[in-house]
């Protein structure tokens, strides 16, 4: 998608810089979250255009800086955009009718197991989330991979995993992985990636709109 008229990288990228080089985390959230919300008010929240353009400002950031900085870029624009999201989703829910008996919908997964985090600089993120004053509920290295499972507010825990490439999916999980499968087959949803995790392995998904979400065993 071609970026409206009035789209100008320069104030953009000055604006990513800017939030780089912030110290002081408050600042640098509200940093990010500026600079995000601009970049999806441009493409009206189409998030395939937006993830697709900020990897293009990443590339620009990268140019006129560090490949450091241009990865934490994209980890933190990936952040962003998930919080972002479940701000939406949390302010838009409305309450859920009541279900007369012998109604109830059944549901393609049991249980929002984690809010996944992936980073190709593991100690450097877990150390900042640590700096927020999160619980470090475990870590644990499986292969190559390491992984931190980390309680940063009530209810669902994120688990920050090293991977190849940044990124931000909800994990769920289901009494039977392979019938949840196998009905996901039926509906010609195969998954996109196969992942190691903490207790095995785990199946990423890719949604229409470039965003996914992970099947997982219970951890």
């Not at 493409?43 to 560090?66: C, G, H, P, W, Y």
Request: aromatic share 8%; glycine share 4%.
């Amino acid at each position: 998608m071609t970026a409206p008229p009035e789209y100008d990288d320069r104030q953009l990228v000055a604006q990513a810089t800017e939030a780089l080089a912030a110290t002081d985390l408050s600042d640098a959230d509200s940093r990010w979250r500026q600079f995000v919300q601009s970049v999806r008010q441009h493409f009206k929240s189409d998030e395939r255009s937006v993830a697709t353009e900020l990897q293009r400002l990443a590339k620009l950031v990268e140019a006129q800086s560090t490949t450091d900085d241009a990865m934490n870029f994209k980890q933190r624009t990936c952040q962003t955009m998930l919080m972002l999201s479940m701000e939406e989703r949390h302010k838009n829910r409305t309450p859920a009718p009541a279900r007369a008996a012998g109604s109830a919908r059944q549901l393609p997964f049991a249980n929002l197991e984690v809010l996944v985090i992936g980073t190709t600089r593991f100690q450097e993120d877990l150390d900042f989330y640590q700096s927020l004053n999160c619980e470090v509920v475990w870590q644990k290295q499986v292969g190559e991979k390491k992984f931190a499972l980390l309680n940063l507010a009530a209810g669902t825990p994120t688990l920050l995993m090293e991977h190849e490439n940044a990124f931000a999916a909800p994990a769920y999980s289901s009494a039977d992985t392979g019938l949840t499968m196998a009905a996901l087959k039926e509906k010609n949803v195969v998954p996109c990636q196969s992942m190691e995790w903490p207790n095995g392995s785990a199946q990423r998904f890719e949604t229409p709109s470039g965003s996914g979400f992970i099947l997982c065993g219970r951890l």
